[in-house]
């Protein structure tokens, strides 16, 4: 991955100062207390609390969503916490009712020593911020602590379409770019010319293949990204018809090996909102299966970018699919019409249901800056951290900007 376009958010967009609760007694509950964990709420077993002044949080809750590996030795009264960093791997044992730790086989003093709170292991905040590089603050008057995550590598892949020229430089700084020039046209037919999602023209020197070139030759894998909506039925038209979905099949590939383009972006919209779900699923199922065998034999990777599965879209099959293809993206956006930011719980629900179905390295979630913010987008992304997943899409250059870029910055490696 690359050194930007891994987007290392690190949902920690500034050193987020720590304060400490203020003492309310030996031991006092936080009552009402919310983790807040890339400005979306963490559950949590145990609420934090204060003891001796010093907040103290569940462990392996904060621990495991932030990517961090924990183990319980119970014979030893021991919680060891493993976690990879670009300096090498930190190693971290807290014994309870110690104020020693081990960080690396070194001894560092804890203000107060790990306690078992109901079956859960709380310790001081602070100490957490210190030792995993995140960014933990307290807000009196809203009781809540917020954790800003450290950056991390993800695979970042960008999508550029018409319009999207203003942002070209932004292309070395993805791991992949999918190029939206082809659709399948209302009539069912794979076409690069139309109204939109077309072939660009050419710009004196810059042509749509030198634009490619480059991206190839700076390290971002070109992907040729085909779209279809199915408002006029031509998406079912070529799931239905094996003839016009071999023909179609088979200009795909060919303009895609014939362009210089590593992988294909399957992005067919619309299937499923009317019909037998089973029927459509299996038809897009034999579509993507006939599709990845001729890509493999030209040596292109396959990436298909599905509806969320709490959308109003049920033709797809995530399971399957995900056997077939490199990787899906969970396109989880247009919720509420694109009129502000996505709805998080919406967001998080989608991740949830489709790592019932696929292995977290094979999801990447797909985040539309036309409908969000610069601190939306980091929470989103934070998302993606929290649950492990390979990477994020951004829909796309042409309208990220400035502050949306910086921002997404501070919370993955880009």
């Known amino acids: 991955m690359k050194c930007f376009a891994k987007i290392l958010l690190c949902a920690a967009i500034t050193a987020a100062s720590f304060t400490s609760l203020p003492a309310k007694g030996a031991q006092a509950a936080a009552g009402g207390v919310r983790i807040v964990l890339d400005g979306y709420p963490l559950p949590f077993p145990v609420e934090p609390a204060v003891m001796s002044g010093t907040t103290?949080?569940?462990?392996?809750?904060?621990?495991?969503?932030?990517?961090?590996?924990?183990?319980?030795?119970?014979?030893?009264?021991?919680?060891?916490?493993?976690?990879?960093?670009?300096?090498?791997?930190?190693?971290?044992?807290?014994?309870?009712?110690?104020?020693?730790a081990s960080v690396n086989g070194a001894a560092v003093k804890l203000a107060v020593a790990p306690q078992n709170v109901r079956g859960t292991t709380m310790i001081p905040l602070s100490f957490f911020g210190q030792q995993f590089g995140a960014g933990v603050s307290w807000n009196q008057a809203t009781k809540t602590v917020s954790i800003t995550s450290p950056k991390k590598d993800l695979y970042t892949l960008g999508f550029y379409a018409q319009g999207a020229y203003s942002e070209v430089s932004l292309i070395p700084d993805f791991d992949a770019v999918a190029f939206g020039w082809s659709r399948i046209d209302r009539s069912g037919q794979y076409t690069t010319s139309g109204p939109e999602f077309r072939w660009p023209q050419a710009a004196g020197d810059v042509t749509p293949e030198s634009i490619v070139r480059n991206a190839a030759s700076g390290g971002t894998a070109p992907y040729l990204m085909v779209y279809s909506g199915d408002k006029e039925l031509e998406l079912?038209?070529?799931?239905?018809?094996?003839?016009?979905?071999?023909?179609?099949?088979?200009?795909?590939?060919?303009?895609?090996?014939?362009?210089?383009?590593?992988?294909?972006?399957?992005?067919?919209?619309?299937?499923?909102m009317t019909g037998d779900k089973t029927v459509v699923q299996s038809q897009y199922n034999t579509f993507v299966k006939n599709l990845s065998a001729k890509a493999k034999a030209a040596s292109l990777k396959l990436t298909v970018i599905l509806h969320p599965l709490n959308s109003s879209y049920k033709g797809y099959d995530y399971k399957t699919l995900a056997s077939i293809a490199d990787d899906l993206v969970i396109m989880a956006y247009a919720y509420e019409g694109e009129t502000g930011p996505e709805p998080m719980n919406k967001v998080d629900e989608a991740i949830r249901l489709a790592l019932q179905q696929v292995s977290k390295d094979k999801l990447i979630l797909g985040i539309s800056v036309y409908s969000e913010n610069k601190t939306s987008v980091n929470a989103k992304i934070g998302l993606a951290k929290r649950y492990g997943l390979k990477g994020i899409a951004i829909w796309r250059l042409g309208l990220i900007g400035q502050p949306v870029w910086s921002e997404m910055g501070q919370s993955v490696e880009l």
């Open 56 to 100: 103290m949080v569940p462990f392996r809750a904060i621990s495991e969503a932030l990517g961090v590996k924990v183990e319980w030795n119970q014979a030893a009264r021991q919680i060891t916490a493993t976690n990879k960093e670009a300096s090498g791997t930190k190693k971290v044992i807290l014994t309870l009712g110690s104020t020693s």
């Open 236 to 272: 079912t038209k070529n799931v239905e018809d094996l003839q016009l979905q071999q023909q179609t099949i088979a200009g795909i590939v060919d303009t895609a090996a014939q362009k210089g383009f590593q992988g294909i972006a399957l992005d067919l919209e619309g299937l499923g």
